[in-house]
């Protein structure tokens, strides 16, 4: 991972701008969206682990909101679960919201 610099060319989307490209992958290409979140929940995760590799016994916050992102997060969760890291979740938001 790279930390951000803005003096460095970067293609940042934004909210909307990543809302529509979701909506094209599942609507134009048919890729669920559960899929999309997978993929983006274990990219995630592997970063994570890259960079604590070195670390003994990690531990590891998610912070998830109620939404899809908090799907996201849940997935990192699980991915770092299963490979021996302690995690915590904190949950932003109603927890009864689906």
Known sequence: MEKYSPDKKYNVMTRDEVRAF?????NTLGIPGVVLM???GRSCAELIKEK???TTNPK???F???GN???DGYVIARHLLNSGFSVTIVIFG???KR
């Open 22 to 26: 979701d909506s094209w992958a599942i």
């Open 69 to 71: 992102n908090g799907g």
């Open 64 to 66: 998830c909101g109620t």
């Open 60 to 62: 590891v916050c998610i």
């Open 94 to 96: 109603d927890r009864n």
């Open 38 to 40: 997978e993929n983006a």
């Open 52 to 54: 604590l590799a070195d």
